[in-house]
């Protein structure tokens, strides 16, 4: 059982007791904390465990060891009781044991962390499983999210999984898939009129009146540090030869902030000597983490892009997360809806993965740089959810196919003679 972890304000440090947080469900800063309406959030609270007694217990050797997909057989370095889970609950949760494929794409090496196969098809799995496992072990039978539709139908299915009650806030331009998928799984599902921003600020409004657990991103702490988890895995699959760059998409900023997270655990803990260094990829209609990093302001702008994943005109954790491509020695790149689309395709006809548009996004972004890096640099792109949760994006790209008959096609396939 680990209660050795504390709550800390990223604003003003503040730090608190795990008790007090999660008995109350505060999600942020109880002495600065706010949501307001198209603004970053304030206050965000970040987890941090007793590091100096877990470098006892967490050689390389040991940590290489353990099959990834399964935090539970590391559980110092979560905050859940996993001693309060069904074993039976904690298997139906696996993640697969290898995510990464490489591939020699135009004469270059490169490796894809591929999350499509994640139980909802997504890398949203990762901080629905540790909201849904803290929601357990407290006792919590309802949970709510605002969602552009990945996060809603990984919370909805992981609920399904561990029979809770979801309710799923989304914008109405979700793809259909999406809706689809979260409808299948069964969750209570609101459509907003209105974009993903004003599907959040409802989702916090109801939550709050109906007592519902919320994992809203960024805003519920632990959607944070179950993001990090991708970093254990790349640490364990790589045997902890890390790439030197991760490509990653970024809408609120929470997988960036995430994954920062875990390799900077992964340092303090002394298994790494040095960070990978983080690419933010964002698509020009909803660019505010990178204006962010070059330009230091935030002004709103509503969302605007076919990658309706890293659609976010406030992104709730634009702060952690441009303190993670800054502090890890990255750096910010735009692309065109038009370039996500064509990368969509390339990498489908290359390499076989069928992505959705927000990470051929990070194909993109390479694609607009990759003359930077030196032959011998390990590239590594971050590949979040399937091209299956979005039909429309296909088809922009997909021919209509014609009809024929059979002696129609026999005549145009089989050469005479």
């Known amino acids: 059982m680990n209660k050795n ?38 206050g965000v609270l970040k987890i941090e465990h007793d590091y100096e007694s877990l470098k006892a217990n967490y050689s390389k050797d040991k940590l290489l060891s353990i099959t990834a997909g399964k935090i539970w057989d590391y559980p110092d370095l979560w905050p859940i009781d996993f001693n309060k889970i069904d074993k039976n609950d904690l298997e139906k949760l696996s993640l697969p044991s290898n995510q990464i494929l490489r591939y020699n794409v135009d004469g270059r090496e490169l490796s894809f962390q591929d999350e499509t196969r994640n139980p909802t098809y997504s890398y949203k799995d990762r901080a629905s499983i540790l909201v849904a496992l803290k929601a357990k072990e407290l006792g919590i039978n309802e949970i709510a999210a605002a969602s552009t539709g990945n996060a809603g139908s990984s919370l909805a299915g992981i609920c399904a999984r561990l029979g809770i009650t979801s309710h799923i806030f989304v914008p109405k331009n979700i793809p259909e898939a999406k809706r689809i998928q979260i409808q299948s799984y069964g969750a209570n599902i609101y459509v907003v009129e209105g974009d993903y921003d004003q599907a959040f600020d409802l989702c916090l409004e109801v ?8 994992r809203n991103t960024a805003y519920n702490p632990l959607t944070i540090e179950g993001k990090k988890s991708a970093a254990y895995d790349v640490f364990i699959n790589t045997k902890g030869n890390l790439p030197d760059y991760i490509f990653v998409p970024v809408g609120d900023g929470v997988i960036m902030s995430g994954i920062y997270k875990g390799f900077l655990e992964l340092k303090i803990l002394g298994l790494i000597e040095r960070l990978p260094k983080l690419i933010a990829v ?22 605007n892009t076919i990658a309706d994943s890293i659609s976010a005109g406030a992104p709730r954790n634009l702060y952690m997360a441009v303190n993670a491509v800054k502090e890890s020695n990255g750096f910010g790149i735009k692309v065109s809806d038009d370039e996500i689309l064509s990368s969509q395709k390339i990498l489908a006809y290359k390499t076989g993965l069928l992505v959705e548009p927000s990470c051929a996004s990070t194909f993109a972004g390479y694609q607009k740089v990759k003359n930077k890096f030196e032959k011998d640099e390990k590239l590594m792109l971050l590949m979040t959810g399937s091209g299956l949760k979005d039909f429309e994006a296909l088809k922009k790209w997909n021919e209509k196919l014609s009809v024929k008959s059979n002696n129609e096609w026999k005549s145009f396939l089989i050469k005479a003679s």
């Open 282 to 303: 964002q698509a020009e209609g909803s660019c505010a983490v990178v204006d962010f990093i070059s330009s230091n302001r935030f002004i709103y702008k509503p969302a």
């Open 207 to 214: 939550s709050t009146k109906n007592n519902w657990y919320n």
């Open 5 to 42: 972890y504390k709550y800390i304000c990223k604003d003003c440090n503040t730090e608190f007791d795990s008790a007090l947080i999660e008995s109350k469900m505060i999600y942020l800063c109880p002495d600065c904390g706010s949501s307001k309406k198209n603004t970053p959030l304030k």
